[in-house]
T-cell receptor, first 115, second 118 residues
Framework: NAGVMQNPRHLVRRRGQEARLRCSPM?????VYWYRQLPEEGLKFMVY????????ESGMPKERFSAEFPKEGPSILRIQQVVRGDSAAYFC?????????????FGPGTRLTVL | AQTVTQSQPEMSVQEAETVTLSCTYD???????LFWYKQPPSRQMILVIR??????QNATENRFSVNFQKAAKSFSLKISDSQLGDTAMYFC???????????????FGQGTILTVHP
């Protein structure tokens, strides 16, 4: 069973460009979470999605950031008009959404560098 | 809102020795989970151990065990017989249960860098 997949692993963007980060959850998992890790800090929750629904986006910046998890295909975290402060590692995690197996499995992360 | 505090930015231990990493949290919830995650230099987040708040028995996973003190809101990680491969950043994390089959976000501490010396 393949783990959580994220691509690209490394992404370089210039200020003002758009960044699209993709996350494919583990097979059978219908819940996806996005976290951001700034240098020398812990992970900070951004958004929690189920298929076609945003459940909790309390950690998402109000502007420029959006996330989706369509019925088919990976979850996408989109950052418009990137700024240097967006440079960070972005982690996706998935879970089956079952009370018996609530563990979140993490992907390897996407390291975004904004020049 | 929940907060998780790890007061030890860095720790070191000799190979084969035992080390304890501290974590405290603040919540008004009664039903939650606590986790320790390991992040080695590869930056992959790896679950080390978890504890359900309703269970009084401390969780153990091979060389890893926790000391869960619910009243004190303390959740420390003990690593026995430390190995060089244990060198990593360790994060304590809190998860509030949302009820039903929906599960909530993780709130992480700042992390503790653990170095195991040969």
């Amino acid at each position: 069973n393949a783990g959580v997949m994220q691509n690209p692993r490394h992404l370089v963007r210039r200020r003002g460009q758009e960044a699209r980060l993709r996350c494919s959850p583990m097979k059978g998992h219908s819940h996806v979470y996005w976290y951001r890790q700034l240098p020398e800090e812990g992970l900070k929750f951004m958004v929690y999605l189920q298929k076609e629904n945003i459940i909790d986006e309390s950690g998402m910046p109000k502007e420029r950031f959006s996330a989706e998890f369509p019925k088919e295909g990976p979850s996408i975290l989109r950052i418009q008009q990137v700024v240097r402060g967006d440079s960070a590692a972005y982690f996706c995690a998935s879970s089956p959404g079952s009370r018996e197996r609530d563990e979140q499995f993490f992907g390897p992360g996407t390291r975004l560098t904004v020049l | 809102a929940q907060t998780v505090t790890q007061s030890q930015p860095e720790m070191s231990v000799q190979e084969a020795e035992t080390v304890t990493l501290s974590c405290t949290y603040d919540t008004s919830e009664n039903n939650y989970y606590l986790f320790w995650y390991k992040q080695p230099p590869s930056r992959q987040m790896i679950l080390v151990i978890r504890q359900e708040a309703y269970k009084q028995q401390n969780a153990t996973e091979n060389r890893f065990s926790v000391n869960f003190q619910k009243a004190a809101k303390s959740f420390s990680l003990k690593i026995s017989d430390s190995q060089l491969g244990d060198t990593a950043m360790y994060f304590c994390a809190f998860m509030k249960l949302l009820g039903g089959t929906s599960y909530g976000k993780l709130t992480f501490g700042q992390g503790t860098i653990l170095t195991v010396h040969p």
